[in-house]
Every structure is written in structure tokens, then in C-alpha cells.
């Protein structure tokens, strides 16, 4: 199986009221408790924007300098992601057009390089 990052820009997605906002939790929650009942899901969050950035950090001469502001200039945000356990390209592919469809919203998909680790009650897992 291989690991695939799954991911929207919160740049990508339109405003919406709280109703619409409650409508696309509803539908997506359908689409996470598939990918559960399949075993592919491994992790996933959303509902990151400007307004969930706790600071940013910097290498200064070998030590990290944490500053509240400004932060890195860019006008992309992660705005969520789901990270799968899948066999293949086309597995993700499907599971990326499910979100996307149920979002109405575009999603990338990054394939990771290798296994990732995971720590859990203090061992490091795979």
C-alpha cells in the first residue's frame, strides 16, 4: 500500500453561508466514514485558514526563532487534508474525485516517497 496526501488550498474555495458550511460537513463526514469502513483512512483535518496559524519559525544561525508575525508571504493556505492508505495512483484518484465532488471544491494529491512513521503510546510504528 502506499500513502497519499490528499489536500485543498483554502485560496480554492469559495465563501459560503454557515448553512452551505454545515451542508458540505454533512456530505463530506458520508465520504471520511466510507474511506473508514474501507481501512484506507489514516488521518484528517480541515477548517484551517489564516485565522488557525499559531506562528511561524525560521532557521537563524542553526537555532529556531519563532515569531507571531508576519509570517511567510504567500497567498495560499492549506485549507485541509486527508492523508489514505491506498494501493495505487488510480485508488487515490478516486478517493480525491469523492471529496471533491462532495466539496465542490478542486483537491490535489501527492503521492509520499516513503513510509511515513508514526508514533503512538510512545513507539514508532512501520
Same mark, same amino acid.
Given at each position: 500500500?502506499?500513502?497519499?496526501?490528499?489536500?485543498?488550498?483554502?485560496?480554492?474555495?469559495?465563501?459560503?453561508?454557515?448553512?452551505?458550511?454545515?451542508?458540505?460537513?454533512?456530505?463530506?463526514r458520508a465520504v471520511i466514514e466510507?474511506?473508514? %469502513?474501507?481501512?484506507?483512512?489514516?488521518?484528517?483535518?480541515?477548517?484551517?485558514?489564516?485565522?488557525?496559524?499559531?506562528?511561524?519559525?525560521?532557521?537563524?544561525?542553526?537555532?529556531?526563532?519563532?515569531?507571531?508575525?508576519?509570517?511567510?508571504?504567500?497567498?495560499?493556505?492549506?485549507?485541509?487534508?486527508?492523508?489514505?492508505?491506498?494501493?495505487?495512483?488510480?485508488? %487515490?484518484?478516486?478517493?480525491?474525485?469523492?471529496?471533491?465532488?462532495?466539496?465542490?471544491?478542486?483537491?490535489?494529491?501527492?503521492?509520499?516517497?516513503?513510509?511515513?512513521?508514526?508514533?503512538?503510546?510512545?513507539?514508532?510504528?512501520r
Amino acid at each position: 500500500m502506499t500513502e497519499y496526501l490528499i489536500a485543498f488550498n483554502d485560496e480554492w474555495v469559495p465563501d459560503h453561508t454557515a448553512e452551505e458550511v454545515r451542508e458540505k460537513a454533512t456530505a463530506v463526514r458520508a465520504v471520511i466514514e466510507e474511506m473508514q %469502513a474501507d481501512g484506507v483512512l489514516i488521518f484528517t483535518n480541515g477548517g484551517l485558514d489564516r485565522s488557525t496559524v499559531v506562528c511561524s519559525v525560521e532557521p537563524v544561525a542553526g537555532t529556531p526563532v519563532f515569531t507571531d508575525g508576519p509570517y511567510v508571504e504567500t497567498k495560499e493556505h492549506l485549507g485541509g487534508f486527508a492523508v489514505v492508505d491506498v494501493p495505487d495512483d488510480a485508488a %487515490a484518484r478516486y478517493w480525491a474525485g469523492r471529496l471533491a465532488t462532495v466539496l465542490d471544491w478542486p483537491q490535489e494529491v501527492h503521492r509520499f516517497r516513503g513510509p511515513g512513521q508514526v508514533r503512538r503510546n510512545g513507539s514508532v510504528e512501520r
